[in-house]
């Protein structure tokens, strides 16, 4: 079998930006030309697909809901492949929620960007994640999950683990570096990095609930130690949200 061409020396980036509404797809495109960026714009994922194995692009951005092959089915299939599992993929979609967003990072999106965008903010953060893969070649063997926290909560991440069973360690990186301890769904024991006095576990989960910026990765790991949280995820959750609850009532 022939082997795919090499990608072709640039200056700039290759982008693919996949979208089947055209003035998304203009919008998402006119960015990178107008800095001399190379853009290849495609209405499906089933086109984009066949590009993108025959000459691997630096980032793909691309729409969710879309005819022939949609956004999910084209990060899967991305995914599957050795040459293109660690190119950086940009959801641009109108979706919202927690469990919409979670089954992306599940199948390995890098980010969320909502519709309608800025252009600038869409240069940032493609700029960002090109500047990621290239510094840090960062490999997803082990990695069930990551994504950024302004996207999807904490709860919902840690109901998510409880309900899919997972054992590993849950990497919050916000105002500080927290690692939460897992074994099948249930969280043991939750710790900061780099402190002297080390805050209870209950302590540092009731903080990191309250993050909504930030990074998450979920490392599938074997996990043991004692059980310092000594409760399910969604019974955590709860006491954090009444407890939120009694002190707001007590401010008034």
């Known amino acids: 079998m022939a082997e795919p061409p090499a990608k072709r020396p640039t200056l700039g980036l290759d982008v693919v930006v996949v979208d089947d509404d055209p003035r998304w797809r203009e919008a998402a495109a006119e960015p ?45 299939m991305l995914r599957a492949r050795p040459g293109l599992a660690s190119t950086p993929v ?18 390995g999106v890098d980010a969320y960007l909502p519709k309608p965008f800025r252009s600038e903010e869409l240069l940032l953060r493609v700029h960002r994640l090109v500047r990621q893969a290239l510094d840090h070649a960062p490999e997803r063997e082990g990695i069930a999950l990551r994504g950024d926290l302004e996207h999807v909560t904490v709860a919902s991440l840690l109901s998510f683990l409880a309900m899919e069973k997972k054992t590993g360690i849950l990497l919050l990186v916000g105002p500080q570096v927290v690692r939460v301890f897992i074994n099948d769904g249930r969280p043991l024991r939750a710790e900061v990095e780099g402190v002297r006095i080390r805050p209870s576990s209950r302590e540092v989960l009731h903080e990191v609930l309250d993050w909504n910026a930030g990074q998450f990765e979920v490392l599938e790991q074997t996990v043991s130690g004692l059980d310092e949280l000594r409760g399910d995820a969604n019974s955590l959750v709860l006491e954090h949200a009444r407890l939120k609850d009694e002190g707001a009532r007590r401010g008034r």
């Open 90 to 107: 940009v959801f641009l979609t109108s979706l919202d929620g927690d469990a919409e967003r979670l089954r992306g990072f599940q199948l």
């Open 32 to 76: 990178f030309r107008m800095r001399g960026d190379r853009v290849r714009a495609f209405s499906d994922g089933l086109e984009a697909l066949a590009e993108c194995i025959a000459q691997p692009p630096d980032v793909i951005l691309t729409d969710v809901q879309m005819p022939r092959m949609d956004g999910w089915q084209l990060l899967r």
